[in-house]
């Protein structure tokens, strides 16, 4: 919304915002003393425009989910389209509407044949939440009520409602209102540049997933529902698992007979250059978790898929699942994310991102040089660069995220959105970017991390 058009004046909308908006994941006390929010007003393609007029480039597509990019009116036009013809119907009663039955069907058409059935959410957090209740149950209707136990990874990030935040392994979340509860279990990440040490990083994908195979064994293989993973961690900070991992985590889990979630909720519908991210390395879920990428953020919708031979038994013997929430399958949203997947279709953004992946990461690995850059890594159009005070070493800096926190703010005055997780900077641009803008991105970060190590250069040994 356009400040000027609305008749708004930017300091009176900061200061309505600090008097009455609560905003997520945020320390109020320091926002506040900071002056409050920026104001982002309008985009196009890969760019954003704050209130000030400063054009910013967006290397994170919002929060990992503008994967198309910034004004496509084909989904303001389907939106407007669907608000007229029907706002809003249930899919509660024996009743649907005709985006959410199509979408379901296009939803199953992207994902490996065995995935035929969506249940609609509408976010990511609310699908993690929807897959606790149904793995539950599910196992207490194939006659296994004892299988109640989820594993998941240590910064696992699922989201941040009630499962969610149990299954995640967020240690700063669950500081706050006593999670995990008995029943979530968290194993090492798959994190080569923290903790692979000498090990190479094959070897270290072997060592993070036996860790798997422990915790089964300390809990009873019986007794164990179900692994959770993203494909690769990203608000942990892009971690991306050595080839060895998934394929190792698969062995285990069909061993004892533990359901394996996949959590696509960043990597689905194209990010690592592929439809989904277990296809990217190399494995098959049971059950799949979507949001973001789904409508690429236009209007908030998720889905999870469940594959053929669990969803068929549980229909069989299972009745009504009781769950569900007034705007599954929301058919503006449904429209809009129908929408999303033709144009990622028709355009071939999933075999663009393939096509850029290569130049994204010889981009990235230019910054390699820098004196406070340890490592750069990606896969399709997300990637990392790890600050390092001793890059040898692969030594931090002291006070996790400050170093990281810095660096964010430098890139945001230079002109770029990169997200920092502690201390490793993120990236993930809308998949419509060009090799030009690859090239300004990494400028742009040059600039900023030349200004951090101007601040930390003192630290540097
Ligand atoms: N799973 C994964 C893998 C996610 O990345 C969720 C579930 C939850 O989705 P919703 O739609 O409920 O937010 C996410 C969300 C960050 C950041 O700062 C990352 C997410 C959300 C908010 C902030 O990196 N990921």
Redo the contacts with the bound molecule.
């Keep these: 919304m356009n400040i000027q058009s609305k008749n708004l004046n930017l300091e009176a909308l900061i200061a309505a915002d600090i008097a009455h908006h609560f905003h ?2 945020t320390n109020h006390k320091t926002f506040h003393a900071n002056g409050g929010p920026r104001v982002i007003t309008h985009g196009e393609g890969v760019w954003i425009w704050d209130a000030k007029g400063n054009k910013i480039l967006d290397g994170m597509s919002g ?2 989910c503008v994967n198309i990019g910034y004004g496509r009116k084909e989904l303001a036009e389907v939106a407007y389209k669907q608000m007229l013809d029907l706002p809003y119907y249930n899919t509660f009663f024996k009743t649907t509407t005709v985006p959410a039955t199509m979408l379901a069907e296009k939803i199953a058409s992207v994902l490996p044949e065995k995935f035929q059935t969506i249940f609609f959410t509408n ?6 939440d929807t897959i606790v209740r149904f793995v539950r149950h599910y196992w207490a209707v194939m006659g296994k009520p004892y299988r109640q136990h989820m594993i998941g990874r240590r910064r696992g ?5 009630w499962a ?1 935040a149990n299954l995640g392994g967020m240690v700063g979340m669950h500081e706050q209102g006593g999670t995990p509860l008995p029943g979530f279990h968290h194993i090492q990440q798959p994190y080569w540049y923290d903790f692979g040490g000498d090990k190479t990083p094959d070897e270290f994908g072997h060592v993070a997933a036996a860790e798997l195979e422990q915790k089964i064994l300390e809990l009873g293989p019986d007794n164990v529902a179900a692994f959770i993973g ?1 494909p690769l961690q ?2 942990a900070g892009v971690l991306i698992p050595p080839a060895s991992y998934w394929p190792e985590i698969q062995r285990i889990c069909r061993k004892y007979g533990v359901l394996i979630i996949s ?4 990597c689905g519908f194209g990010r690592t250059g592929k439809w989904f991210g277990f296809e990217t390395f190399g494995y098959e879920p049971d059950i799949v ?1 979507m ?2 990428g789904l409508s690429s953020g236009y209007l ?1 919708i ?1 889905a999870v898929a469940f594959a053929k031979d669990i969803i068929e038994p549980f229909f069989d013997k299972g009745g009504e699942f009781a769950h569900g929430m007034t705007y599954d399958g929301h058919p503006v949203a449904s429209a809009v994310a129908l929408k999303n997947i033709q144009i990622i279709q028709d355009e071939k953004l999933v075999e663009r991102v393939a096509e850029l992946a290569p130049y994204f990461n010889r981009a990235l690995a230019s910054l390699a040089d820098h004196p406070i850059v340890g490592e750069t890594r990606s896969v399709g159009l997300i990637g990392a660069l790890e600050l390092a005070c001793i890059k040898a070493k692969r030594q931090r800096f002291r006070d996790p995220g400050r170093v990281g926190t810095i660096c964010r703010d430098h890139c945001f005055d230079a002109g770029l959105v990169m ?1 920092a ?1 502690w201390d490793t900077m ?1 990236v993930a641009p809308p998949f419509c970017i060009t090799r030009a803008e690859i090239d300004q991105l990494v400028a742009l970060a040059r600039v900023a991390l030349d200004k951090t190590y101007k601040d930390v250069m003192d630290e540097l040994t």
Excluded at 157 to 161: A, M, Q, V
Excluded at 263 to 266: A, F, L, S, Y
């Design positions: 997520p994941f929060l990992w976010s990511g957090s609310e699908g993690n990030y699922h989201g941040s409602t969610a993203e990203g608000a959590d696509e909720v960043i978790n949001a973001k908030p998720g997200r997780c993120v």
